[in-house]
């Protein structure tokens, strides 16, 4: 009952709208419509509506009513926003369609197909808007992306290495991380740096207190800081107070596909990532750059072993700044807007736009391997 009183008052909201903005010939802002057929309404769905919204676009979504019934909550937020409308059945003229079909053109003046494709390196080199992943959308909105730039750069941080999340066996260890990406899965890493560092340079919090506490007696600089999510969480802007705190946020793969919302968000916090695949963002992350890069055990613990033993403190100030602006010249909303606007005033009428939908983007990258006769992107 609550999905259908959301349904109807959405649709009979945008009808309202578009009365009101035929009525007076006039719009007050660009209307995007999102046209999906055929695919899950998942949290990449609702990434795509915030980054609109952001760039300053109105949005119509145009569905077909199986999906949106399907649909968890990272759809419905999207409704949440009075600016973005539901239509079902299309509308007659937007200023851009964004459809992972490319009939659905129409009349619009601009057209971008959206590709979930992203991992082959032709993906990452050719043209369109790519733009796998950002920020988790739950703090995809101005007031947390201004605030998160803000945070200074300080030259003194209070955890020398830092990991939170999900790294459960059954979850994190799956055998097509190593199999498609060539990649230490995240289950692996973690308990290779156990292994190696525990009950010496590794630390595990069992509570937010035990971790605030660490942090404030200045016993995490020289160490391994690992949360389990599964004991506690950090949530809303105290992650990112956290995240600044940190020099290096080790950055391991999400489930299956190498990118993970966190290693975007401890770049706008000037956290440098720990990573395997540097090569899969575009521009690649650059090692001694934006990030410390590995490509196997022996040189993750190598990176780490120079992280721990200080050989990186001298470039670390610029290294937190080159973070920071990689983020914020390619994985920002604001580096979204400039791309849309791009192509909004360009002679083109078509692109693509590349978003990762997780374990979609991962079939389809399989797909892609098959049919090439390969075994990886690299």
Aim: charged content about 25%.
């Amino acid at each position: 009952m609550r999905f259908e009183a959301r349904y109807v008052t959405n649709t009979l909201h945008f009808a309202t709208k578009a009365a009101f903005t035929v009525s007076h010939g006039r719009k007050t802002a660009p209307l995007a419509l999102i046209d999906l057929r055929g695919v899950a309404l998942k949290r990449p769905f609702l990434l795509v509506v915030r980054l609109l919204r952001m760039a300053g676009f109105d949005v119509a979504i145009s569905a077909d009513f199986r999906s949106v019934m399907k649909a968890g909550s990272y759809a419905l937020k999207a409704f949440d926003d009075p600016r973005v409308r539901f239509s079902p059945f299309g509308i007659r003229r937007a200023d851009i369609v964004i459809s992972n079909n490319r009939s659905r053109r129409g009349r619009a003046r601009k057209f971008l197909l959206l590709d979930f494709n992203v991992f082959p390196a032709s993906s990452r080199s050719g043209d369109g808007i790519f733009f796998p992943i950002s920020f988790h959308p739950d703090y995809l909105d101005a007031v947390t992306i201004e605030t998160v730039g803000k945070m200074p750069l300080r030259d003194h941080r209070d955890i020398g290495i830092f990991f939170a999340g999900n790294f459960a066996k059954e979850a994190y260890d799956r055998p097509e991380t190593g199999a498609l990406f060539d990649l230490l899965s995240r289950y692996r890493i973690v308990e290779t740096l156990r292994a190696r560092y525990g009950g010496s340079s590794l630390v595990e919090p069992k509570s937010i207190g035990e971790l605030k506490s660490g942090i404030s007696d200045g016993a995490y600089r020289k160490k391994i800081v690992i949360c389990d999510s599964a004991l506690f969480r950090i949530a809303g802007l105290e992650w990112f107070d956290v995240l600044r705190k940190c020099d290096f946020w080790l950055s391991p793969p999400g489930v299956v596909q190498p990118y993970c919302h966190n290693t975007v968000e401890a770049m706008a916090a000037g956290a440098i990532p720990i990573l395997q695949y540097p090569s899969y963002y575009a521009p690649p992350l650059r090692h001694g750059a934006e990030c410390i890069a590995f490509t196997e055990v022996q040189g993750l613990l190598r990176a780490v072993d120079a992280i721990l033993e200080g050989r990186y403190e001298e470039g670390l100030p610029q290294m937190r700044v080159s973070a920071r602006d990689y983020f914020n010249n390619w994985l920002s909303p604001a580096a979204f807007a400039r791309s849309i606007k791009e192509f909004m005033i360009s002679e083109r009428r078509e692109s693509r736009l590349l978003i990762c939908q997780n374990t979609l983007s991962v079939a389809l990258f399989e797909q892609t391997l098959k049919s090439s006769g390969k075994s990886s992107s690299q």
